[in-house]
Structure formats: structure tokens, C-alpha cells
């Protein structure tokens, strides 16, 4: 399937901010600790994980000057991620005020992040992986707004959930038209999918570990029933997991044969609406 050319589709929102109040629970999951901690887990990989998806399409920039459509996707794609970037960066800020250590985590995901998968791996194979993850973040922000995943989470998580879900939807075809262009092998793709998988949930793992070590008194047995009653509440592997190596190991595969574009835009809408302006005293 080709992407039909609509660069007006990914519009960027600098303006909004998601910010979270001082007393904002430290659970804040309906499903308890181990939801609330899988879910934490996920949102400390955001930042630089967007960041990597960033410079990843960015190397290619200048071998897009002859479709000026995909350039201009390109750039709010840029935009969107930025700011996911930042907003999450905020909320792993608010985990360390609520005494949670996750220095020694970042670090390390810092490292093999930049140290190892940007630096070791060929500029092709990173933007392979960007477009098998992008690929996940669609199918996870099409359940986030379809399936009511945080519907009676913390307003505030749902809120910073939901919007970012509601942009991933909307711009998840860029990097993989990027990838279709400059490096179209289906080999490629594969092996962008197998690596960005391992990573993704081989991290999300290990993060999520991280934050409930450090709840008092649950100990290894303890994360382990927290890890295990969270998946029985929300099987995220085979909501998720399974679902996306099926679509996107088929060779004919597109982002845009999950018609869900207007789920996304829907929700976005009240953000894009004029805001009313304050009349005179």
C-alpha cells in the first residue's frame, strides 16, 4: 500500500504541557502496584527512545528532498517526538521526587542506547528498528484510545498517555515510508523488527524490576506475583507482542492498512480546536 501524501495530517503541539501535582499518588493504576510500575517502566524508556528514533530518520533527511511530502511529515515527526520526549522526561523526574532511584537503569540504557546500538549498528538498520517500534507505539496508542487501557487510571497519567498515543497513531507511517525509500529490503525490515523487539520488552522488563524493587517489603517473590497478576489483568505480551510481528512480518505490510487515523484525530481534536478568547473587563 502507498501512503497517500497528506503532510497537513501530523500537526505538532508545542503549546500543551502535562503537568503532574505534588501530591499525585505514587500508585496510580486501578490494577494496583505491579500495573502502576509496568506502565512507569514504560514511560522511563520514552525519552531517549525518542530521541534515538529521531536521529535515526534524521540521517536520512537529505536523501528526501525529491518528495517533499514525506520531508515535511518528516519534520513534524521530528517535532511530535520532541516533545514526547520532553514531557516524559518531566514525569521520570516526578518518579525521583517520589524516592524512587533510577539513575543506575538510565545510565545503563544510556549507554547501550548511544554506546552501542547507534554507534556499532549501520544508519539503515537503526531506521529499521525506529520503523518496527513505531510500529508498536501505533498499535499500543490504538488500544490506549480504543480498548480504555488508563480509562480509570490518575487523570493525569491518562491525559499524558492518551495525547501521546493519539500522535503516535498519527504520524506511525513516517519513519517506515523513510525506511521504504532509502533502504526498501524486506530482510532489513526483519531484522530491525527482531532487534527493536528484544530491546523494547528485554528494557520495559528490566525497568519495571527497577521501580518495584524499590517498593517496601515486596522482595523478589513479592515482584514476581506483582509482575505475574499485572499480566493477567492487562496480557499486554499477546495484546501487543504477538499482534505486531504477525502485521509486520507480512511482506505487503503498511501502517496505514490499520485504518485508524480518524481514532487519533478525533481525540486530538479538542486540542486542536480555537481556544475562546478571554473577553474584555
Known amino acids: 500500500m502507498v501512503a497517500p501524501p497528506d503532510p497537513a495530517r501530523i500537526l505538532p503541539r508545542l503549546h500543551l504541557k502535562f503537568p503532574f501535582s505534588p501530591d499525585y499518588p505514587r500508585i496510580w493504576h486501578k490494577n494496583g502496584v505491579g500495573s ?16 534515538f528514533f529521531i536521529r535515526s530518520v534524521n540521517h536520512y533527511l537529505p536523501r528526501l528532498d525529491d518528495t517533499p511530502d514525506l520531508r515535511v ?12 520526549a520532553h514531557e516524559h522526561q518531566d514525569y521520570i523526574e516526578l518518579l525521583k521526587s ?33 520503523a518496527a517500534l513505531e510500529h508498536y507505539t501505533a498499535i499500543m496508542g490504538s488500544d490506549t484510545l480504543t480498548l480504555g487501557v488508563f480509562a480509570d487510571s490518575h487523570p493525569a497519567m491518562r491525559a499524558l498517555i492518551e495525547w501521546h498515543a493519539a500522535e503516535e497513531i498519527e504520524h506511525k507511517s513516517v519513519a517506515f515510508d523513510v525506511l521504504r525509500k532509502v533502504a526498501p529490503g524486506y530482510g532489513l525490515r526483519v531484522l530491525g523488527m527482531l532487534i527493536g523487539v528484544a530491546a523494547l520488552f528485554g528494557f520495559w522488563f528490566l525497568a519495571t524490576v527497577t521501580l518495584l524493587r524499590q517498593e517496601p517489603g515486596l522482595g523478589w517473590v513479592g515482584v514476581t506475583r506483582e509482575l505475574r497478576q499485572a499480566h493477567r489483568k ?18 505487503s505490510f503498511h501502517p496505514l492498512d490499520d485504518d485508524n487515523l480518524h481514532v487519533a484525530r478525533a ?13 474584555a473587563a
Open 36 to 51: 502502576t510500575h509496568l506502565w512507569n517502566g514504560l514511560n522511563m524508556l520514552f525519552p531517549e527512545g525518542e530521541r
Open 98 to 130: 517520589q524516592g524512587f532511584d533510577v539513575s543506575g537503569f538510565m545510565r545503563v540504557f544510556h549507554r547501550i542506547v548511544w554506546d552501542v546500538i547507534h554507534r556499532y549498528l549501520p544508519p539503515a538498520l537503526c531506521l529499521a528498528i525506529t
Open 73 to 84: 511529515q518528516v519534520k513534524a515527526f521530528f517535532a511530535q517526538e520532541g516533545k514526547h
Open 234 to 251: 492487562d496480557p499486554v505480551l499477546q495484546r501487543v507482542l504477538w499482534r505486531g510481528l504477525k502485521e509486520y512480518l507480512r511482506p
Open 267 to 279: 481525540y486530538l481534536a479538542m486540542y486542536d480546536a480555537p481556544q475562546p478568547k478571554a473577553e
